[in-house]
């Protein structure tokens, strides 16, 4: 498994060694545009929006769009970076509170060998005490909120989407005053314990992307 990130776990006065490996990884589509007459790529330009002429990486660099529309060039390099090479655990939380619509990418966090001890130690008193450790880290050049807990006899990180970038479910069905029958709900309680078993995500295969890689074994 590809290596993402290596540094430091800073655990009350424990710091410890470990590196981030993905855990998931998606079935990307592998399917592309092409020229129907002789299966070429089918290529796309860096074009200017306001000149149209066509850019050299060297031609290129940061903006930040305004409200209104106007673009303000900035140089990355001129932001607060933050820490690099070092995780650190800002509070403990109950994992309860662990928002799942905030849960963004998950990553395996593996310690090196001298590490161990202290992986252990974090691991087994996060289990015990159903905490997760809110932790902050510099992830490509930006810093990242993330939370650690543990699944599997590994922790997990997952990267965590920004408060201001959670959206409120505002929908006008909230606002009104529905009236659920007691017979209704015992109705649907009896369906739901009918079809209750342990989830299982091998039972829910993605067919589509079996169903393509057949096509495509057939068109080889």
Known sequence: MRTVWRGALRFGMTTMTVRLVSAATEHRSRMHLVHREDSGRVRHQQVCGECSLRLTPDDIGRGY???????????PGDLPAPEDGVIDV???????DLDPVALHRPYYVEPDDLAVRSYVLLRETLERTKAAAIVKFALRGRETLAAIRPQHGVLVLHTLLWPDEVREPHFAFLHRDTEVR???L???AALVRAQTRPFKPRDYPDTHHEALLHLVEANV
């Open 65 to 75: 769009e305004l409200e209104d529309g106007r673009i303000v060039q900035i140089d």
């Open 90 to 96: 800002q509070q403990f939380a109950p994992q309860g």
């Open 182 to 184: 007691t017979g209704e």
């Open 186 to 188: 015992a109705a649907a």
